[in-house]
């Protein structure tokens, strides 16, 4: 259980102009991801309603990471308030998610090299979203639990 005096370091560290700066970059990255994440489902209708290729695994997955991204941005907003929880599920997540996407792009004959490319450019944006989450403004800002 935190004390009052942590609660207060963490409430001055979050109006920060460089913590503040931190999640709205955040933001930006988790954004781009759910931009491109509409592109990469918008291109597999179009490859469907035009004759070509598109599997139920492409439309799948490229909708659940469409999904996924309100929510990530939604906990950035919540972290950025002040929530502990959210922070650490964003940090999780933009870890975990980029290795999960290149991870299934590399499996052999799962997905066409195009569907995997663009699938693939999403994840940068969730790498960068790893690095803030773990630099000095907002780690301030979320001092390791004990």
Known sequence: MANAGDITTTTAQLGDARTQEAFATVKKCVTLFGAVSAIVL????????????ASSFMWIRGAVLLAVAPLVYRMTVRASE???????????LSTVM????IGVDLIPGLCPAWYAVLQGLSAPALIGVAFITRGSALSAAFPKKK
């Open 42 to 53: 918008g291109v597999v209708a179009v490859m469907a309603f035009t004759g070509h290729e």
């Open 82 to 92: 002040g929530s502990y929880k959210a922070f650490d599920r964003v940090r999780t």
């Open 98 to 101: 980029p290795i999960a996407i």
